[in-house]
């Protein structure tokens, strides 16, 4: 380990994030099903298997990373996302669309907290974990480039049909796993055994179970949030289909969705701003918000859709910052992790039951 290279490490782990997530089929998948006859409600469905693969994969794909190690689980990562992308190209029916939906949502769990780790590890074997925030910002900002471009390619995706753009995909997943299979696995302290990570998943489920019978202020708060946002999210998703067939030129959906998903950032910015403003006049305020981004979408007029998705994209970021201050201020240090899993484990599930609801609304 002595030769171990902390610049070269970081730097792959970089690279897997600005290449691996730059997916112009994955970006608009939404709206290359709309173009292939698949209706809201189907789409909603397959939104929903998504969310399930989730939940269910959330906590073990953690595990997975103690018992394979994190560079295995990286490289099982950016194989499920080639595979998905193959299967996408291959797939002729719901069925095989929704498993390749499925390992899509693999990849994101596996990938989850396991690069983080990774980075973490490989700082403090240097002896500078204390540039781990740098770390975090620099591959946060590098995924929101990376997502933000891929949506800009949008109108490219329909353009090429979905079999092309999803080769596209394909090129840019099989180079972002050759560079997951050159990073170095980085081992601290003693390796734990299938004993102690089975003890620790029994342990985490259980810290999370006690932590939403114990907290119910917090549990409202969080499933309020989790709502707003599943909402938000929903309907930036079904305007990829929806904008197109109200006559938005296909050119132009990629800087829709990319001026629609700068209200997100707004949202965050604006929140500094209102510091003042009581926590359930934040919720009521963005909560009317999003309800009128979702009436908007049966609108047939593109300008007004376009509107909404910005304001509801805005307001979803306004409360998301808003609620995780008032839950970090509540919550000790020893519960933040818990927190994290908790909280993305009401977000799937909410996800779950609307996806598919929300489908078959606005189709």
Known sequence: MRKFNIKKQISKLYLVTSIGYFQIAGASWVALLAMRGFSLLEIGMLESIFHIVSCLFEIPSGVAADVFGRKKTM???????????????????????????GLSALSYNLASGTREAL??????????????????????????????????????????????????????????????????????????????????????????????????????????????????????????????????????????LFLMGMGAALGSKATSFFSTVSYKKVV????LCVAGSFFMTFTKSPVLMILGGFVGAFADDFLEVRTDVLINERISSEQRATLISVNSFIFSIVMIVLSTWMGWIMG
Do not use: H
Not at 284 to 287: E, G
């Open 284 to 287: 009521l305020i963005s909560s």
């Open 75 to 101: 490289v099982l990562s950016q194989l499920a996302s080639l595979l998905s992308s193959v299967m996408m190209i291959l797939s002729k029916d719901f069925c095989t669309t929704a498993f390749a939906i």
């Open 119 to 256: 980075a973490y590890d490989s700082l403090k074997l240097a002896g500078k974990e204390k540039e781990y925030n740098t770390f975090a910002a620099t591959d946060m900002m590098l995924y929101r480039i990376t997502n933000s471009t891929s949506t800009l390619c949008a109108g490219l995706a329909l353009f090429l049909g979905f079999r092309k753009a999803y080769t596209v995909d394909i090129i840019f997943n099989f180079t972002a796993l050759i560079i997951a299979c050159s990073l170095k696995e980085v081992t601290i302290g003693e390796k734990r055994d299938k004993e102690k990570v089975l003890y620790r998943l029994w342990n985490t489920v259980r810290e999370s179970w006690n932590f939403l019978l114990s907290n119910k202020k917090i549990r409202k708060i969080m499933a309020i949030n989790a709502l707003v946002g599943a909402v938000s999210t929903l309907v930036l998703f079904f305007l990829q289909a929806k904008l197109p067939l109200s006559g938005l030129n296909q050119g132009m959906l990629g800087p829709v």
